[in-house]
């Protein structure tokens, strides 16, 4: 049994990994590392938007999310692995997995301002540059 | 064992006649800075797989991995489907699409890399634009100019065709 559920967690991820490399990966490249000054580290905005209420759904109504080809299960698979795989959040305790449900319910919500509403959220958080602030 | 010390005894005198104890000292210096240089060389860091059965001409717009790309083709502009031309750069950012390899039957996940820095090639124009969506999508739109990105900014030379997986469709 461990087995079988071994084996549909692999297939889950190289689907989701796919899914990162198609729909993600161009901006974000394959380390999740983006382009200073122009595409967010994921490795670090992850972590410090999951730390902060309402992070956790910027995360989903973000363009790059919420606007994407992908249905809600590929979509919350998708950033289970991104956040698994880029941070340091591995555990079930660290990070809670979004579900389809929770995306159907937040995806729809429209963000007006996306770049005044992560500054609100993680502004005092980091760097100019994006960085996490010492 | 005669033979096999005479051999060693001869090769440490040649050695010893033929090189000063600087030069040795010398040489290793220069290996190991070398050695230590040779990571630095500007070469791309993309990570592009191959795969066994890759039929077809790369310098050709029906190639297979051309499927959804839209310039011109790096393989006819002093680069190849994977590298750029000399004196131009490839952009970290990049436009991806997936394409049916007809030599295995698969899907591969193709990263159209532009390569930036040299205006425009001028040769092999290619344009198919399979899974392409309007520019209203523009993650999936490839009438971005991906340069725009990079360090060499937007001058857009040409594109390549970099596989970086395979979308087995589970």
Redesign the interface.
């Known amino acids: 049994m461990a087995c079988v559920v071994s084996e549909t967690a692999h297939a889950g991820d190289a689907r989701a990994h796919a899914d990162y490399m198609i729909h993600c990966q161009g901006c974000h490249v394959p380390d999740g590392s983006g382009l200073e000054g122009k595409v967010p580290d994921l490795r670090t905005s992850l972590p410090m938007l999951l730390s902060v209420e309402g992070g956790r759904a910027f995360l989903v109504q973000v363009p790059g999310s919420s606007m994407s080809a992908l249905s809600d299960t590929r979509l919350a698979s998708t950033l289970n692995w991104m956040v698994r795989n880029f941070t340091g959040l591995k555990t079930d305790q660290q990070f809670r997995d979004y579900t389809e449900a929770e995306i159907e319910n937040i995806r729809p919500q429209r963000l007006e301002d996306v770049f005044a509403t992560r500054n609100a959220l993680i502004g005092h958080l980091e760097t100019d540059d994006g960085r996490p602030a010492e | 064992m005669t033979w096999f010390d005479t051999f060693f005894e001869k090769t440490s005198r040649t050695a010893a006649r033929l090189s000063s104890r600087r030069s040795v000292v010398g040489g290793i210096g220069a290996l190991a800075a070398g050695a230590a240089v040779f990571p630095l060389l500007p070469v791309s860091r993309v990570?592009g797989e191959e795969v066994a059965n890759d039929p077809g001409d790369p310098s050709s717009c029906d190639y297979w991995r051309y499927c959804a790309i839209d310039g011109y083709l790096c393989s006819c502009c002093g680069g190849t489907h994977t590298a750029c031309p000399p004196g131009t750069i490839m952009s970290?950012?990049?436009?991806?699409?997936?394409c049916l390899n007809p030599g295995d039957n698969k899907h591969y996940?193709i990263?159209y890399n532009d390569c930036c820095g040299k205006s425009g090639c001028g040769r092999c124009g290619c344009v198919r634009n399979e899974g392409d969506?309007p520019m209203y999508?523009p993650?999936?739109a490839n009438n971005i100019n991906?340069c725009a990105?990079g360090s060499a900014d937007i001058i857009y030379n040409c594109s390549t065709a970099i596989i970086?997986?395979?979308?087995?469709g589970?």
């Open positions: 990570r970290p950012v990049t436009w991806v699409g997936t996940i990263s969506k999508l993650q999936a991906w990105g970086v997986g395979v979308d087995d589970a």
